[in-house]
């Protein structure tokens, strides 16, 4: 960082370094891409192996007044 004066201004000229806080190393691009994928990987399998499906036990209907309603009729 260093001060010059432009047209009777002080002026403070940051290098890229600086102002990005430090070195640019792309490893937050890698963590976000592999956490991404392995995301994607569990819910596949958990869709595949049927995680995600429940039996019919009748608490739907539990609301209903009597059989006939459920029915529809």
Partial sequence: ???EE???DV???VSRVEARGGASTHVTRYVL???LGLVVILFAI???TGFFNTAQTGADNSHMANVAEANGS
């Fill in 6 to 8: 432009e047209d009777g």
């Fill in 46 to 48: 958990l869709l595949a």
């Fill in 33 to 35: 891409s592999i956490s």
């Fill in 11 to 13: 002026v403070t000229h």
């Fill in 1 to 3: 960082m260093h001060k």
